[in-house]
């Protein structure tokens, strides 16, 4: 997979490849998963600012990695309700 052409899109990716890591030792580890929340609704709020500015197909380049980013926060939620209701 080649490097986003945009930071923020950039740091999305690997925001979203630790929210990944953070599901999968969610028994372990159950605070990195709200760290990994915060980061990526920090990161889509960037999102939409650089979405404002950017040239068409970078625009298109945020527009999916926002929608990867609403994905994985879904999924995050989920799992952090299904661990509050287990404590």
Known sequence: MTQP???V???SVL???RALQAL???D???QLMYETENELQDLMQQLKEEEKSAVP??????LQTEQQ???MLYELNHQLNQQQRLD
């Open 15 to 17: 925001a979203m490849q």
């Open 57 to 62: 197909q970078i625009q298109q380049e945020i």
């Open 5 to 7: 052409q945009n930071e």
């Open 69 to 71: 980013i609403q994905a």
């Open 28 to 30: 372990q580890n159950p």
């Open 9 to 11: 899109v950039h740091q």
């Open 24 to 26: 999968q030792s969610k």
